[in-house]
Structures are given as C-alpha cells and as structure tokens.
DNA sequence: TCTGGGGTCCTAGGACCC
DNA sequence: TCTGGGGTCCTAGGACCC
C-alpha cells in the first residue's frame, strides 16, 4: 500500500462570495449572499448567521437582516475558478476537477521538483492568494476522501495535512455528515442508531449497517469509516446524460403552460448535446406538484436523437402521460428534461430521424431531416451572435427567471 | 412569497431471453 | 398442472453531491 499522503483536495472557499467580495472592496467583511430567489453562496459572515446555499433568499434575510444580496458576476467565477484550477496543473497533469471550485491532485510524482507535498499545497494556497486575491483550503492525505475531509476541516482559508500513521485517529472523532455520501436522510438513520461519529460508525457491525442503509450504501460507509477508499485520480470524465429543468412558481398542469416549457427546456439540452456530436436515446420527463412531491417518466427509444423538436414531442407526450397518471394534480412547480444513454453521434444524424421507432404513429417524421437541418443553422446563428440571437419563438419565457442562465451554465457539466 | 439547477449512482420490480 | 435459474434491459423512485 502506498504510505506516502499525496492526494491533494483544493477547495475554494465561499467561492462566488469570495469573488464578489474580491471585486467590489465595498463588500469586504460584510456579510453578502450571492443570489436573490434562492442564495447560491453565502459569505463566511453570513454563514455564521446561519446562512446556508440553497436557501430560499427570504429566510436569509429573516437570519441575517443586513444581509447584502449581490447579482452573479458569472463570467468572472468560471475566469477566476478556471484560473484556480490551472495553478494544480503547473504542479502536475493529475488533475481532476470535480466542479468550478475544487479538484483533486496527485503530487506523487513531482515532489522530487517541487517539495513534499505540504510544501506544494502551500506553495499553491500562496499562488491563489497572491495571484487571483481569493482564499482556498486544501487538504492533504493518502486517499481522496481522507483529502477530501481534511480540507473540509481546513476551512475557511487553511491547509491540513492527514499523518498516514494517525490517520483513523483523524477520522474516527469526526461527525458521519463529513463523510461523502452521507446526506441528511442517511445522518437521521445513522442518529437515530446513535451513531453520530465516523469512529462510532467503523465500530457498528457491518451487516448492521447494512441493514439500516441498504447494502451499497452501508458497504461504502463501512470501508470509507475504515479509511478503505481505492478511488484513483481520474482525469477525464465523459458525460452519462444531460438534463435541464425550470422552477415555473404555481402553473396548472395544462398544455399551453407545459408544451412552451418542454420546447425551452428541450432546446437547451438539445443543443449542447449537438455542440458536442452527442445524441441520447433514453428520455426522461420529471414533474413536480404544488406538494413538491416529483414523479419521472421516461421513454428508451431504437435510435438516439439530437433534435431540439423531437426531444420536445417525445417529452411532451411523457409528461401527458405523467399527469394522466395524476389526475387530481392541478398545480404544477418545476418540469425537467433528461437524456442519457449518450453515444458519439458524428456526421450521420440525417439518417436518424427515419429510424424513429414511433415513425408510423407521426407521419410526419420526415420532418426530422429539416428540423435537424433548422436546428444546426439556429446553432451557426448563436455561435456567432450568441444565445438569444434567435430561437424558437414559443419558447420566450414569461415572468421573471428564478435563477439566471449565468448560472445555469456554470453548472452545466462538460459533456 | 416556501424550497434552484446540473449531475451521479443505487434499488427494486418486471419484461424478456436462453 | 407445474412453474427453474441466470442475465440484461427498462422504468420509477430516491439519496446525494456541487
């Protein structure tokens, strides 16, 4: 086994609210909150008032009444975070990015140029400071959840190295939520066990875990409790689906509200998957009630599709279905597209519309040659004057946007 | 004026095949 | 008049992560 710690977890903290506070000085030592309908990121002044991401914005406020809420500099994040991430690959090319803000990175082999790798996660929480002016924690360990913890337990602004030959008694006096993979569903079963420690957790009998969790869950627990982690460093990722959904506030559950919904959702799915000769045969639709209860559907299709209108029908006669199935569902709060099963789809999309397994139901899905040809000029057209140079002209959005496509396409992956 | 948006992985039942 | 057994794919739901 390899006793050397190497893996490095860099994180950057507070990130969009270290970014706002960078350019407007103003904001500095405030307590600010990146977002408005819902907080997308909260400042360390605002976090000790209790304010969390993904809190609606009005319950910020009720925490933390000087609350300063400040509009998204995307650009700036993906600069600043791309900016970030590229200092690790000065040190070397194991580099895994796992969001905007954070990466693992493997040292092994370069210690010999650059130092231990204590002294290179200095060396890269000094070049971030110095270089961009933003604070970034880092952890040093073994394995990648070990890393993982260890910057967790560096924050804000800190580095923590995990000792190979103390490295349970790290671990084993932490809270379980630390634990990747542990959410709140699984910490209210662990608790109610009385296990509140990762230590208590290694100490419970593994079927017993099992039992309380299921048995993947209770199984990656127990070896992750026990420091087992083999993940290795991987530096390339390929995208097993992608989706796009759209809070909507209360809206009836009737078509006119839907079909205008699914083409905007449809089309933003539609068109990164072609921005990358991707196509996906396997659709799926979710649909949320005024309960916030959501229920999927999802159709697998004989050929994959890349066609802005053809994920749209098919999407729209899922979500028929869905709410045939619901008929006492009056209100509907978010519907989503999804599709997966990706494949590499290169020059021979025209063929694909003829394929359609449902051909003989539409006849008219002859039309896939044209809407596929309409579908790559509309993308030459956006490529060159941007996004909302043109569309589809059903897809304009009423009322206000709840989060703002700056941030959607931050959070959009690489496919 | 309740609760964003983009993903991954797991489970369990049923269909279908050999 | 009894009803195997393994494998794979599809579908729906759910937990989790950033």
Request: charged residues 25%; hydrophobic residues 45%; aromatic residues 4%.
């Amino acid at each position: 086994m390899d006793t050397t710690a190497t893996i490095l977890h860099a994180d950057l903290d507070a990130f969009y609210a270290s970014v706002e506070q960078l350019l407007n000085p103003s904001l500095r030592g405030k307590p600010i909150a990146v977002g408005g309908g819902v907080v997308l990121a909260a400042s360390y002044e605002a976090k000790a008032f209790g304010v969390r991401g993904g809190m609606p914005g009005r319950r910020a406020r009720e925490l933390c009444p000087q609350l300063i809420f400040v509009g998204g500099n995307f650009k700036d994040y993906q600069r600043l975070g791309d900016t970030a991430i590229k200092v690790l690959g000065d040190f070397t090319p194991l580099v895994e990015r796992i969001s905007i803000d954070e990466a693992f990175a493997d040292v092994a082999g370069c210690t010999h140029l650059f130092g231990s790798p204590a002294d290179i996660a200095a060396t890269i929480r000094h070049r971030v400071r110095t270089e961009l002016g933003l604070p970034i924690s880092v952890g040093v360990a073994r394995t990648k959840h070990l890393a993982k913890i260890a910057s967790q337990v560096a924050k804000p602004d800190g580095m923590v190295l995990v000792d190979p030959k103390t490295e349970l008694e790290f671990l084993h006096d932490l809270p379980v939520e630390l634990m990747w993979g542990v959410g709140p569903v699984t910490k209210a079963k662990l608790t109610e066990r009385g296990i509140l420690t990762i230590g208590q957790l290694a100490n419970t009998p593994g079927r017993s875990i099992e039992r309380l969790l299921g048995t993947a869950v209770g199984e990656k627990l127990s070896a992750l409790a026990w420091n087992r982690d083999p993940r290795a460093i991987r530096t390339q990722h390929r995208a097993r689906s992608a989706g796009a959904q759209s809070a909507l506030g209360s809206k009836p559950a009737v078509e006119s509200v839907f079909k205008p919904a699914l083409l905007h959702l449809a089309d933003r799915v539609a068109s990164r998957l072609r921005a990358k000769s991707l196509a996906g045969s396997t659709v799926t639709v979710r649909v949320r009630f005024a309960d916030m209860r959501a229920i999927t559907r999802s159709m697998t299709l004989g050929a994959p599709i890349s066609a802005t209108v053809m994920l749209a029908e098919i999407a729209e006669e899922l979500v028929r279905v869905a709410l045939t199935d619901h008929p006492q569902e009056r209100t509907i709060t978010l519907l989503a597209i999804s599709i997966s099963q990706l494949r590499k789809q290169p020059e021979i999309q025209l063929d694909l519309p003829l394929e359609l397994p449902d051909e003989k139901r539409r006849p008219g899905a002859k039309k896939g040659i044209a809407r596929w040809i309409a579908d790559r000029a509309i993308d030459t057209i956006r490529d060159r004057f941007g996004r909302d140079a043109v569309g589809y002209a059903a897809t304009a959005l009423d009322g206000p946007r709840s989060v703002p496509d700056g941030f959607r396409e931050l959070a959009e992956k690489e496919l």
